[in-house]
């Protein structure tokens, strides 16, 4: 199979201005990409422009309210080809965590004490404290797909296990922003859908790496955050316009009871909607095919992207492996997962690695990323683990001088 074109990995970073950074002679190099990517010139740009030129609230009768109105449904297209949905399926806010609190809430209007959720111990914890806090005020049963954490994956056929007639609501993540780790969602959702349940896929850590397909994957809800695909800090969720439509949303009385502005509390983050869709175009733009559609620009693009990451997920995990004193978690390469790999070097709390690291050039992001279940269940909940992520900008020799960095660090040199 011939590789797709993309651009050139010298044309994606002259984009990125946030490169130029420099810590004593060393360029910085970013691998903390799965807590929020750099962001390209573009986006900064049509975000500027929006706010220079358009900048008004929306539904109203004077040209900048009009420009508003259409530069927001554009957004809703771009991010629609994005997901692979509607633009009538496609919802913005401040930050997933804040839209699925307000999902969750709604649909825990419908529940009834006894009845069932099930939340993945693989999952941050946006999408899990939502459901924790039903069981709390609700009286409703939360259940857990519990992790093998020898093959860093769900349980084999434990999902079949914890379904009854009382499960509502099944709450997974698609892929793990702690361990890489890519779910098999498709087999999930369908066996959650098959026993009547909502499905809600936290697709944050994915979307930056493979290309989702809601309408295919057939979940109620998908959400993902644009600062993870080099956009500006918004939330965006794709929601089922029947089960958007049926649920009791909190609202204003006098806000929109459409679909899908329903689910958008208060006004927006305008400019940052815009920079969402500009994100979108800068993904597209990585094409070679520049005059196919968006939606198969994305996939070229997105598919490109990910023969490089795998690339650099190899050199970076063959190399850490073959350290004495550091532990890595997660799947190997080879098998479904994003590039980003989590490690422990032994002796050494994960924030003392970051900080070492970070005067070489090199920033890397510590702890548990509120995947706080995944690092109680690996008995790394104290120290925390070093995260390491492979972006779009992500080059051989900085995987070289990360490698470096950690060996220079367990012999001792700081």
């Known amino acids: 199979m011939t590789s797709p074109t993309i651009a050139s990995l010298d044309a ?90 307000h999902i969750a809430r709604a649909i825990g209007r419908q529940l009834q004490p006894g009845d069932e959720i099930i939340v993945t111990e693989l999952d941050h914890h946006a999408n899990v404290a939502p459901w924790q806090a039903l069981a709390r005020e609700r009286g409703v049963v939360l259940k857990w797909l519990p992790l093998d954490v020898t093959t860093f994956r769900h349980e084999a056929g434990a999902l079949a296990r914890l379904l009854s007639p009382r499960t509502k609501v099944v709450a997974i993540g698609a892929a793990s922003n702690m361990l890489g780790t890519i779910s098999d969602v498709p087999a999930l959702v369908a066996e959650a859908r098959a026993a009547g349940a909502l499905t809600v896929v936290d697709a944050v850590h994915y979307a930056p790496h493979a290309l989702v397909d809601a309408v295919a994957l057939d979940a109620d809800f998908v959400l993902c955050s644009a600062y993870k695909f080099y956009g500006p800090h918004v939330g965006v969720v794709y929601g089922r316009a029947s089960t958007v439509a049926s649920l009791d949303l909190p609202r204003l009385e006098p806000a929109p009871d459409w679909v899908p502005e329903c689910l958008e509390t208060g006004t927006q983050n305008h400019e940052g909607i815009v920079g969402a869709a500009a994100a979108v175009e800068f993904l597209a733009s990585l094409s070679g095919d520049a005059g196919a559609p968006r939606r ?21 995990w063959e190399g850490l492996q073959a350290m004495d004193g ?24 994960s924030e003392d690695v970051a900080r070492a690291l970070a005067p070489r050039g090199v920033y890397v992001s510590h702890g548990d990323f509120y995947a706080t279940t995944v690092a109680r269940r690996l008995g790394v909940a104290e120290e925390g683990l070093v995260r390491a992520g492979c972006a779009c900008y992500t080059t051989a020799d900085e995987i070289s001088r990360l490698l470096d960095g950690v060996a220079q660090l367990k012999r001792g040199v700081r």
């Not at 550091?326 to 709390?349: A, E, I, K, N, Q």
């Open 12 to 101: 994606i970073r002259a984009q990125f201005p946030a490169l130029a950074r420099r810590e004593g002679d060393a360029p910085v190099a970013y691998f903390d990409g799965p807590g929020g990517t750099q962001v390209p010139r573009t986006v900064v740009d049509a975000m500027t422009y929006y706010l220079l030129h358009h900048n008004a609230n929306t539904h109203w009768a004077y040209p900048t309210s009009v420009e508003t109105d259409a530069l927001l449904a554009q957004a809703r297209a771009a991010l629609a080809d994005f997901l692979g949905a509607g633009p009538d399926e496609i919802a913005f806010g401040s930050n997933m965590t804040t839209l699925l609190f």
């Open 296 to 316: 198969e620009r994305l996939a070229q693009a997105m598919t490109g992207l990910h023969e490089r990451g795998e690339a650099l997920l190899q050199q970076l």
């Open 326 to 349: 550091v532990t890595l978690y997660g799947p190997p390469p080879g098998t479904p997962r994003t590039p980003t790999l989590s490690f422990r070097v032994h002796g050494m709390p």
